[in-house]
C-alpha cells in the first residue's frame, strides 16, 4: 500500500497493535531535518558522510514522517527497522534526482512560500559573492542554535542550507520552512560548490 509500511512484526505502539504504520515525507520540512540531525548528535550518533545512506537519520525521519516517537521505531523488529530507514533514504534520493527544472543558480521550489507577504516560487542564489567571512558567520550562527557540525562542514546539510541562505541573500529562519524535497536541494547546491572546489583541476602556470 502506498505511504503505509505493513509490519512483519506487529508491535505496541500507546497502548494499541500496529500491524502498519502510515507515513508522509511530504509534510516535513527543512526544521524537521535539522531536528533530526541535532537528536541524532546529542544522543552520540556519527552520521554517515553521505547523510542518505545514513540508516539511523533514515529511520529518524521515518518517524517524523509517520508522526512517532523515534523510540517506538527502534523497537521495530530489524527487518521491518531497516525497510522504514531505506524509505527515508529513497525519499531523499527519488527527490535529488528529479532535477529536470532547475535552471543555473536558481532553485525553483516544489511548493511555494510566503517571505515578508510576498509569494516566493523560485530563489535566486550566487556562492561566488561569498567570502570566507560567510562561512564564519555561518558557523557561529549554527553554534548559537546549538547546532554541531555532524562530518565534514563541507556535506553537512545544516551547514549547506545556511550557506544556501547568505548565498541567496535570506534569513535562514526562511529558508527552513522549505518542504524537505526543496530544502535539500538547497543543501545540495552548497555542497556541490564546496566539493567543485575541492575536486577541481587546478590550472598550473606554464
Known amino acids: 500500500m502506498e505511504n503505509v509500511l505493513v509490519l512483519k512484526k506487529p508491535i505496541m505502539i500507546d497502548g494499541e497493535e500496529a500491524k502498519e504504520i502510515s507515513y508522509n515525507f511530504d ?33 529518524m525521519m521515518f518517524a517524523e514522517a509517520s508522526d ?8 521495530l523488529g530489524l527487518a521491518d527497522y531497516s525497510k522504514a530507514a531505506s524509505l527515508g533514504r529513497e525519499y531523499f ?7 529536470d527544472n ?28 561569498l567570502s570566507g567571512n560567510s562561512i564564519e558567520k555561518v558557523f557561529n550562527e549554527a553554534t548559537r542554535s546549538k547546532y554541531v557540525v555532524s ?19 535570506m534569513e535562514y529562519i526562511d529558508i527552513k520552512r522549505l518542504p524537505l524535497v526543496d530544502y535539500t536541494k538547497a543543501a545540495s547546491c552548497a555542497r556541490d560548490f564546496f566539493m567543485e572546489g575541492l575536486v577541481g583541476d587546478q590550472e598550473e602556470n606554464s
Open 27 to 59: 509534510r516535513l520540512t527543512g526544521k524537521n531535518l535539522e531536528e533530526i540531525f541535532k537528536e541524532a548528535i546529542k544522543s552520540g550518533h556519527i552520521i554517515a558522510a553521505s547523510y542518505e545512506l545514513d540508516p539511523v537519520i533514515g529511520a
Open 68 to 75: 512517532k516517537a523515534y523510540m517506538d521505531i527502534q523497537r
Open 151 to 169: 562530518s565534514s562542514y563541507e556535506l553537512d546539510p545544516i551547514i549547506g542550507a545556511r550557506m544556501f541562505a547568505e548565498s541567496a541573500n
Open 93 to 99: 534520493f527519488k527527490e535529488s534526482s528529479n532535477d
Open 102 to 129: 532547475e535552471k543555473e543558480n536558481v532553485l525553483i521550489l516544489s511548493s511555494p512560500i510566503l517571505v515578508k507577504g510576498e509569494e516566493v516560487k523560485e530563489i535566486n542564489y550566487d556562492f561566488d559573492k
